[in-house]
């Protein structure tokens, strides 16, 4: 999905597509001088959503700088942000995958964690795609020596 497909189905926006208008708020841009959205706010309020540096920034003064698993005491400043639908190293791109909760698919959102509950979550992730790999590959082990037998 290219980043104007993205824009134009992001939950967020109201944006149809049509160019000349805010590609956040869709209304009409009037100044010569914009091109993208119709004002600072849209720009910021797309930014704050859409883009790692200021959605995590944004993540984390929603949560004040803490943990948010209930009873976890970290130090309000011990917090890292984690994509709640793994990324798999591609989460640093600009895009939806960075909205403040989930989509209606469950796709996307940021959690604000403490570092020991943040390698947690990437050891469990890391172990999930681990078990996938040896799966696959025991797949294909699987083929190559059905085939080595019937030859």
Known sequence: MTLVEERISCPLGAWTGEIGRCQLCNKLIESTRRRTWCSDKCARDWQRNHIWRFARSAAKRR????????????????CEVNHIFARDGAGYGPGCHHHLSPDKNGVGGLEVLCHAHHAQVTAAQAKARAAVRAEAKAKVKTKTTKTKKLK
Do not use: M, T, V
Not at 63 to 78: L, T
């Open 63 to 78: 949560a004040k700088y803490r943990c948010q698993r209930s009873g976890c005491s970290a130090e309000r400043r011990d």
